[in-house]
């Protein structure tokens, strides 16, 4: 069986050295990018930024596609996942919005996202949804909070469907929540690919 370091050469990829791992540092990383290639358990991806990344998928990774959600189908008591910035105003736009389907849980969360400068990443289930002028007004209740977050007719609105390895194919785009370890090497346990024409947006 190839070592990982021969699955890292096939996909045209090399490994980092330890310096800049050590530079990079051990943690959560967020990889937004298209696919290489598949090479065993190995996944090349190019992020935006021209980076070549070798991403090691665990035993057992899920894979997730996306289908698009109409903005009148989120009403009270449906978890959304909403990347958002301050308006003018000060109130929250959301820029991307993640339906989870029907029962699923969601970790009630409100953290800083990486997508811009003042960017926030709001996880709680619905608690109001009201019309306006420009769509809706979604209060979302997170942690104990109501959090309002006015959401655009042209905001994207996305619900993971499944998918399969076999839907990891070179160019499609992907959207990866990995660990780096102290070697420099990037794992993940979920992968987000694009398909039918419906690509990941967070």
Do not use: C, H, Y
């Not at 990344?53 to 996306?66: H, Q």
Request: net charge neutral; no cysteine; proline share 7%.
């Amino acid at each position: 069986m190839p070592t990982l370091s021969r699955r890292i050469a096939a996909l045209g990829l090399v490994a980092l050295p330890a310096a800049t791992a050590l530079a990079q540092g051990a943690g959560p990383v967020r990889i937004r990018g298209s696919i290489v290639g598949l090479e065993g358990d190995v996944l090349g991806v190019v992020t935006r930024s021209g980076d070549r990344l070798a991403v090691t998928l665990a035993e057992g990774a899920a894979v997730s596609a996306l289908r698009r959600v109409a903005l009148a189908d989120i009403t009270p008591g449906t978890a959304l996942g909403v990347v958002a910035e301050p308006g003018p105003d000060g109130t929250l736009r959301a820029t991307a919005i993640t339906v989870l389907p029907p029962g699923a849980r969601i970790t009630e969360l409100q953290v800083p996202w990486d997508t811009g400068e003042n960017a926030s990443m709001n996880n709680g289930p619905v608690e109001a949804a009201v019309d306006s002028a420009s769509g809706r007004d979604l209060t979302l209740s997170i942690l104990g909070r109501r959090v309002v977050v006015r959401v655009a007719a042209d905001t994207p609105l996305l619900m993971p469907i499944p998918a399969s390895r076999a839907d990891l194919v070179a160019g499609a785009t992907v959207f990866i929540n990995g660990t780096r370890g102290a070697d420099g090497r990037i794992a993940t346990s979920r992968v987000i690919v694009s398909k039918d024409g419906v690509a990941p947006v967070i």
